[in-house]
């Protein structure tokens, strides 16, 4: 274990090209499988997909797919377009719940085709992501696991805005099913699909579920900093997140404005450094699992990536 | 071919009761999956479960399953619950967009817990499938192109009545997507799992298929009649479909509303007898189809379900 030269020797001199065509190769998938002759489905989804988003999801499975040493690039990518897809579909049913106007600094399919619409074209990306899932046997059951885990946690959450009962261990289960599961099944499902020992499986899905809780806390911090950077001077810093310019323009009252008061009741002051420092802990203990990789370039891009979950700026 | 001692010798000397046995599996397959530990989701879809529905998909893939020989229905019930999970998710979200208020004589699933519960229900519900049909590898393909279809006809439906240009083509089209691909992926399935030949999945595809058409055509019609009813003479008569009561609530105005002036269009007078001969004369051709089927009593509760599809005042 541990050579450089155990990569596989189909992947290009130039590693950074070989991981762009990986990511292109994600990006066909999506954009292939949305291609409905319903053209208000086709449009709404290509809509919110070119508006980008970091990728993080399908970047992670790609890449334990190369450092486990996967190279058919064409054959990892449709589960990878497929948890960028899950993910898609409950942004777009999130934006109905929150009345979120703006998504990825573009306006909410909401906001341009209305609540119908955006509803059929959320179903429309879950029924995309079977379809892209379907021939891939066994990985079904690990996604269809983290898809109910991240409709459990949307629901928790919405639970516990209603009932203003926000601690501690309710925002810990919340975060685990409605962010970490799907991380982990991007890992658990690159890992599987290169044919990984037992061992290695059982390490990326602790890595992507690590990374995952990591991600959420950061998100969350960002999110409260945009706002008080709203609120306190100018918009836009938030933008990427579409909540924090919604709740000060006037948009109905919805979810969303409970759910700033109760994050910033959440992370404020000590609060704030201890989510921070939460993160690092859990991004630590994320790269500890990557021991069961042959250090490889793709291994050292997953260190990159994990790092990335903690030092964004948006 | 034909001959009634074909039939399984498992399966009990009373057929009645197998039939029963077949649809406890399906209904206890459901309740399982839903049994979520977030409180509203295992509520929510437990109140539309209970408040029953014709349970019309499940049973035609029950069925088709027993009549191609299969004898274990604990294998064929998770994906016969998969089928009306399926359709029942699709109600949830269908009664948020048309602010249905009931459902199958029941408060619908808004009208108790709220928009932003019934959409995530209705996702919840989806996943449930998935969970359901994941371990049945090949099966996941006829579903989950079932599934975008059903989505695609929902869309076309509200496109339609959004544009006002509700042609016979389009209905045709709609009823296509929205109703008869479930209807044919759920005998298509049956036949799957009972390890059927080609030409027989083939034949049973289209079975359901033509039965799909034709149970939503007669659906309409009897949305209609009880419509007139209800707005002529006295509430009641549409409870089962909620759209009608609904209609003379003070819900919201919505799709609905328009949906049945569209409907009332395109389905008046002659149109209406149209329409009974086209669903009489798709049950013909359906049953047709029931040749590569051995006489059984299976058989023969296939073509008592074809025969019903038309035949109900509800």
């Known amino acids: 274990m541990g050579a450089r030269e155990m990569r596989p020797t189909t992947i290009a001199a130039d590693y950074k090209e070989t991981v762009h065509l990986a990511m292109q190769a994600v990006e066909d998938a999506m954009n292939d499988v949305v291609n409905s002759e319903v053209t208000v489905l086709r449009d709404a989804s290509r809509h919110i997909l070119a508006a980008g988003g970091k990728r993080i999801r399908p ?3 790609m890449l334990t797919y190369l450092a486990l040493g996967g190279t058919d690039l064409e054959y990892a990518a449709p589960p990878a377009a497929a948890v960028e897809l899950m993910h898609t579909a409950s942004v777009v049913h999130d934006d109905i719940n929150d009345h979120g106007v703006l998504r990825r600094g573009r306006p909410s399919v909401n906001a341009i085709w209305g609540r119908t619409f955006a509803l059929l074209t959320g179903d429309f990306l879950f029924t995309a992501v079977y379809q892209l899932l379907a021939p891939y046997k066994d990985l ?13 946690g949307e629901t928790l959450q919405a639970v516990a805005v209603k009932e203003n009962n926000f ?53 969350d911090i960002l999110d409260i900093i945009g706002d008080e950077t709203v609120l306190g001077k100018t918009a836009g810093i938030d933008i990427d997140q579409g909540r924090g310019l919604a709740s000060v323009t006037d948009a109905p009252q919805g979810v969303s404005d409970v759910m700033e008061s109760i994050k910033k009741k959440m992370l404020t002051g000590d609060r704030l450094n201890q989510g921070r420092e939460q993160a690092e802990s859990l991004v630590s203990m994320a790269i500890a699992q990557l021991d069961v990789l042959p250090d490889s370039p793709a291994k050292d891009e997953l260190i990159a990536l994990a790092e990335f979950a903690i030092r964004r700026n948006h």
């Open 140 to 152: 079904n059951i690990v996604l269809a696991r983290a898809a109910t885990a991240l409709v459990e």
């Open 59 to 61: 970047r992670m499975l």
């Open 167 to 219: 601690t501690r261990e309710t925002y810990a289960r919340i975060i685990g099913l409605k962010t970490a599961a799907l991380f982990q099944a991007s890992a658990e499902m690159g890992a599987l699909l290169a044919g990984a020992a037992p061992a290695q499986v059982a390490a990326l899905a602790q890595f992507g579920y690590n990374i995952g809780l990591a991600f959420q806390i950061v998100d």
